[in-house]
């Protein structure tokens, strides 16, 4: 069974970083594209970042595009999302997803399988 499980997110200062983690079981992960999106509560999920299998193509959302990193290890299974200079807006539950198919894509229902989440809350 497909599993993925994040990891890294906490409490940090406006302007400082986090590396979030998603580390994933099954044959899925070598497959698909992956994606990071966010949500907060009361609001629609929004889209962070995606990636293709290979890493070679890469999507981000317009309002984290010059502060966030997104990049796989296939041999850990494993997709990765750098945060720098933080913002208080960035506050959110952080989710990771993939696809069965290679298409990176923005678009949520997109995706075939989702994690639990993990918070990502960002001080003033």
């Known amino acids: 069974q497909e599993q993925l499980l994040e990891s890294g997110g906490g409490l940090v200062q406006a302007g400082g970083s986090l590396r979030l983690s998603c580390a994933a079981s099954?044959?899925?992960?070598?497959?698909?594209?992956m994606g990071w999106f966010r949500q907060v509560l009361g609001k629609e999920r929004e889209f962070v970042a995606a990636?293709?299998?290979?890493?070679?193509?890469?999507l981000y959302a317009d309002s984290v595009k010059d502060r966030v990193t997104i990049s796989r290890d296939n041999a850990k299974n494993t997709v990765y999302l750098q945060m720098n200079s933080l913002k208080p807006e960035d506050t959110a539950v952080y989710y990771c997803?993939?696809?069965?198919?290679?298409?990176?894509?923005?678009?949520?229902?997109?995706?075939?399988?989702w994690g639990q989440g993990t918070q990502v809350t960002v001080s003033s």
């Open positions: 990636i293709s299998r290979r890493g070679g193509t890469t």
């Open positions: 997803a993939a696809r069965l198919t290679n298409l990176v894509s923005r678009n949520d229902d997109n995706y075939d399988y």
């Open positions: 099954g044959r899925t992960f070598s497959s698909g594209a």
